[in-house]
């Protein structure tokens, strides 16, 4: 794991900046400060950092263009930081191409767990033949997935759900994302094909669907494949 | 009525006045042979009167002149002449406008002071909600507050020498105290996302079943010590409701029964639909969707049932924390989405919340074999 990371903070709370810095140093990671958009968006054209902490509550600029200004270059990890924990503005975030968001107050634990599958995601070859996670894996040329080593029966649609969220592993997915990739563009609303699936694939791979631990709902915003 | 009747328009006050005065007095023409010009005038009292109980000053006084001159010209001979022959007459009339004035006038002036008075009266229920409202955060977010603090300051000092055990545990204080505020805070937002009345449902299809479980998973400390169950069909269909809220008025309900019940309580979550609905998706169609969080913990006290929805409401012997938000918060996000929340006692003991919302549902059956 890749724990030299250098990682930039932009957030003009200082007593978050403390936090961040404390609990990123004593794992390793160096850290970078930004108390404002103008700051972050200097240090991270200057220090290419591996990844990107921004508050999208910032003094000078909305945080949401901050993000759409950094994604006209920056192509490395984004988590979103915020104590604006409506459905709307989350969405809005990953579809301006944020990796991740934690809403305010968040657990140390956590955004560090969110940070290592961030990191992780780089490293990762994008055509990587086989992936596996747990008791699964997925071969994405012969399209075949396998639960404890024997092969699981799946539709052409939970194969391609299945193998979207594998690939983004640790991402999350919007619904309408996942209902463009999977179902088409004209389907982007019609959000019950997602759930219906959704339930149907958990219960070909979970232990018990009812309590998944790989396909995880964020609630009103969309679902993400969890390994850690 | 009253209310009503005050919110009309100025100009449709004084066509009010006019018109009834007007009606009145051409009745009593026709029989104007038969009855006496004095019954004409209580008559053209009675309807003054009338208009001063409900409508504004001007329009009242426009009344008790119009009915002056009308009784004048038409009743009191000669008629069609404001001429008055007769003294008595004179002195009758004389009467009859200053008794209109007057009625007019004092009737104006009661209404008034009702007013202020019932402004008074809000006043005075505004203050005593304050005041609850105060009572509480002032209770439920300080003494959280106070544990971090204190905690803090014991671990913090130089002359105590404190066990690296009693560390751990003041650590877990401190870690309670703060999820216990964020709790509080979160249900402080919800409320006053209620009352500026910002809410606004985004109704798509949700997966009961994973929402419930989804709530239970993030209550799983709360709940460590209950026996939980969840009864749902294998394939229940979707039904269209809000997904964040639902979440918190589940979160809210099942959250109540963990604290207000005894450890080993059970506490039952049940989600039922019509079954016999021949599951033709049709948008417009509106079936029933019922939620049920049932416990067998000690019940509601019968008497306080009706309060515990209201705002700021606590039981009277409540022996747990809460701002009293909790379940008015679950009201209004039953209600924003068109459904109905209640509240009973089982025969047998603990309570009963019903949830029920008329929603547009789909079988899933449908979508599993696209």
Not at chain 2, 14 to 39: M, Q
Not at chain 2, 147 to 162: A, C, E, F, V
Not at chain 2, 190 to 204: A, F, H, T, W, Y
Not at chain 2, 248 to 273: C, D, H, M, R, W
């Amino acid at each position: 794991m890749n724990n030299s990371a250098e990682i930039l903070i932009i957030d003009d709370e200082v007593q978050i900046r403390k936090l961040l810095d404390i609990a990123l140093e004593s794992n390793g990671y160096k850290t970078l400060f930004a108390v404002n958009a103008k700051e972050g968006l200097t240090l991270a054209a200057n220090h290419q950092p591996d990844l990107i902490i921004l508050d999208l509550g910032l003094p000078d600029e909305d945080g949401q263009i901050v993000l759409k200004r950094l994604r006209e270059w920056y192509k490395k990890p984004i988590i979103i930081l915020t104590v604006k924990n409506t459905e709307d503005e989350i969405v809005k975030a990953l579809d301006n191409e944020a990796n991740d968001y934690l809403t305010k107050p968040f657990r140390t634990q956590e955004l560090l767990a969110r940070i290592r599958t961030a990191l992780r995601n780089i490293d990762r070859n994008e055509n990587e033949p086989i992936i596996k996670f747990g008791e699964i894996s997925i071969d994405f040329t012969s399209r075949i997935v396998k639960l404890k080593n024997e092969i699981l029966k799946l539709t052409s649609t939970e194969y391609n759900l299945l193998s979207i969220l594998v690939k983004n592993e640790g991402r999350v997915l919007t619904h309408q994302y996942l209902l463009k990739e999977v179902w088409g563009n004209n389907y982007s609303d019609q959000t019950q094909y997602l759930r219906v699936f959704v339930a149907q694939l958990r219960k070909k791979i979970e232990e018990d669907s009812n309590r998944p631990k790989y396909i995880i709902t964020e609630s009103g915003v969309g679902y993400r494949f969890n390994t850690s | 009525m009253k209310s009503i009747l005050r919110d009309i328009k100025k100009e449709n006050q004084y066509l009010i006045s006019i018109v009834s005065v007007c009606f009145v007095a051409i009745l009593c023409w026709f029989t104007r042979d038969y009855l006496d010009y004095k019954i004409v005038g209580y008559l053209l009292l009675v309807v003054v009167s009338l208009l001063a109980a409900f409508l504004d000053i001007f329009p009242v006084l426009l009344s008790a002149v119009l009915s002056a001159l009308i009784l004048n010209f038409l009743f009191i001979k000669p008629y069609y002449t404001f001429h008055v022959s007769d003294a008595e007459d004179s002195l009758l009339l004389f009467l009859f406008f200053l008794i209109a004035l007057i009625n007019g006038v004092l009737t104006h002036k009661i209404r008034k002071a009702e007013k202020i008075l019932q402004i008074k009266e809000i006043k005075v229920n505004t203050m005593k909600l304050y005041n609850a409202l105060l009572d509480s955060l002032s209770h439920e977010l300080r003494t959280p507050i106070s544990t971090i603090m204190g905690s803090i300051d014991t671990i913090q000092s130089k002359t105590l020498t404190i066990s690296e055990e009693n560390k751990q545990k003041l650590y877990s204080e401190i870690e309670k105290a703060s999820l216990r505020l964020n709790h509080q805070v979160e249900n402080l937002l919800n409320m006053s996302r209620l009352e500026s009345g910002v809410i606004q449902p985004k109704m798509d299809w949700c997966d009961l079943k994973e929402l419930v479980y989804n709530v239970l998973d993030s209550l799983k400390e709360d709940l460590q010590f209950h026996k939980i169950v969840v009864v749902a069909d294998e394939n229940l269909p979707l039904f269209k409701l809000d997904y964040g809220l639902m979440e918190q008025i589940i979160y809210n309900l099942v959250f109540n029964a963990s604290q207000y019940t005894p450890k080993g309580a059970k506490i039952e979550i049940k989600i039922q639909y019509n079954a016999d609905i021949d599951f033709e998706y049709n948008p417009d169609k509106l079936m029933p969707c019922v939620i049920t969080i049932a416990d067998d913990g000690n019940g509601f006290p019968e008497a306080e049932i009706d309060k515990v929805f209201d705002k700021f409401y606590r039981l009277q012997n409540s022996k747990t924390g809460g701002t009293g938000l909790g379940l008015s918060i679950v009201k209004g996000f039953v209600e924003a989405q068109n459904g109905k929340v209640t509240l009973e006692n089982k025969e047998q003991g603990g309570s009963v919340f019903k949830l029920f919302f008329p929603v547009p549902v789909m079988n899933i059956k449908e979508i599993s074999n696209e």
